[in-house]
């Protein structure tokens, strides 16, 4: 009867110690404010609105409520604004929402002039800024901190996946048609020297400004060329138009081909599958890719009224990663929770086994996909074929080309 009465007394204090353990915990938890706050800066109004903008907010709100709305018993606030895709605009922004309002996370900065201007500001203020937005390389190039993750893709991997196939078709002369700031350069740099390793020659340039409506004299220059391949070192709407005056002016008609080196399921929704069909394109993400994507992207559907794309379900991900590791962690201080993003191996409906490498470059393989022939699409954003899966180690620039400091040499 006594073992009897002990044995049942151990169990009574397990039982009460197991109950007590979660709530302790959550006492010895350090959450800032009492509140996790997340800025989603983004663009709401120009360029880069459909691949970004409300999608990108609507990916970090279903994130947190898939959650639960709370981590650690704190609750997880969403702060959103538009950048205009002004470097001084949106750096004030998020300065403001640090100083004042003390956010913990910067989500998607779809500018990369942006990117490169808050990758300095979470360093110094010690937060955390992941970018599913911007493509430049130097976020985990000589631009990389401590405090930041390039999640979604970059101008690397974009390049080695269309410049890389477009050379396997016979692709081998381009030319390049780039809008003129940082993001456009780092498609071009990176496209022309995946280009020339291949055996591919790179026959010229011509830079145009961010927001152009004219592209008539840019499409002329690429057809005297002579290019096989026009590159398109751009993105939203700059990419539309000059789609369109590539049309327009019949430069695919005269066999000449267009690569985008940046094009999203939005872009050619928006053209349709007559003015894109054959156009070669590397993504992180299809939403008919599975079971999985398809069910989270008609969740997302009903919220915007379009599909996700790779850097709208980047932000979903990693805004789920980010409340993981803070909950892993018992704080949302800036190091501890970047400690066990970097430990972490990210299982979701946007990536199965993905992992930040000490550079800050999230892993993950890429996909090439060829838009389809009006004939073969069945169903509405019905409009890609996988042509090929790219691993990880193949599709991020190596360690061994790294110029970031914390990269060990």
Request: hydrophobic share 40%; charged share 20%.
């Amino acid at each position: 009867m006594k073992r009897q009465l002990g044995t049942a007394l151990l169990s009574g204090t397990a039982l009460l110690l197991a109950t007590m353990l979660p709530a302790a915990a959550q006492q010895g938890a350090r959450i800032s404010n009492d509140v996790v706050r997340i800025g989603v800066i983004t663009d709401l109004s120009g360029a880069f609105s459909d691949q970004s903008g409300r999608g990108s907010i609507a990916a970090a709100q279903m994130a947190v409520e898939d959650f639960g709305g709370t981590v650690l018993g704190k609750p997880v606030e969403v702060l959103t604004a538009d950048h205009q895709n002004k470097v001084d605009v949106g750096s004030a922004i998020v300065r403001e929402w640090i100083d004042a309002q003390n956010a913990d996370l910067i989500q998607d900065v779809a500018n990369s002039g942006l990117a490169l201007a808050v990758a300095d500001i979470v360093r110094d203020k010690n937060r955390v800024a992941i970018f599913n937005g911007p493509s430049v390389t130097r976020l985990t190039g000589d631009k990389c901190t401590p405090n930041t993750i390039h999640y979604a893709y970059d101008a690397y991997a974009l390049a080695k996946g269309t410049g890389a196939q477009t050379i396997k078709q016979g692709g081998d002369t381009w030319y390049f048609l780039t809008v003129d700031f940082a993001f456009g350069h780092g498609l071009e740099e990176n496209t022309a020297k995946i280009v020339q390793e291949n055996g591919g020659k790179v026959l010229g340039a011509v830079r145009f400004p961010l927001n152009n409506l004219d592209f008539a004299s840019y499409v002329t220059q690429a057809q005297a060329s002579g290019a096989k391949i026009v590159g398109l070192a751009t993105t939203g709407m700059d990419a539309r138009n000059a789609i369109k005056a590539a049309s327009e002016f019949g430069l695919t008609q005269s066999g000449q081909q267009l690569a985008g080196l940046l094009l999203f399921d939005t872009d050619v929704h928006a053209l349709g599958l007559e003015a894109t069909q054959g156009m070669y394109l590397t993504t992180a993400f299809y939403w008919d890719r599975d079971d999985e994507t398809r069910a989270f992207s008609r969740r997302f559907h009903e919220r915007v009224k379009i599909m996700p794309n790779m850097g709208q379900a980047g932000v979903y991900s990693s805004t789920l990663a980010y409340l993981k590791a803070i909950e892993a962690a018992g704080t949302d201080e800036a190091g501890p929770v970047m400690e066990k993003l970097k430990s972490m191996r990210i299982n979701d409906v946007f990536v199965k086994d993905g992992w930040v490498r000490e550079d800050g470059r999230f892993m993950r393989e890429m996909y090439l996909m060829q838009v389809k022939k009006p004939s073969e699409s069945k169903y509405p954003w019905d409009y890609y074929t996988l042509r090929a899966t790219i691993p990880a180690e193949e599709a991020f620039r190596p360690l061994s080309q790294s110029d970031c400091p914390l990269v060990k040499k």
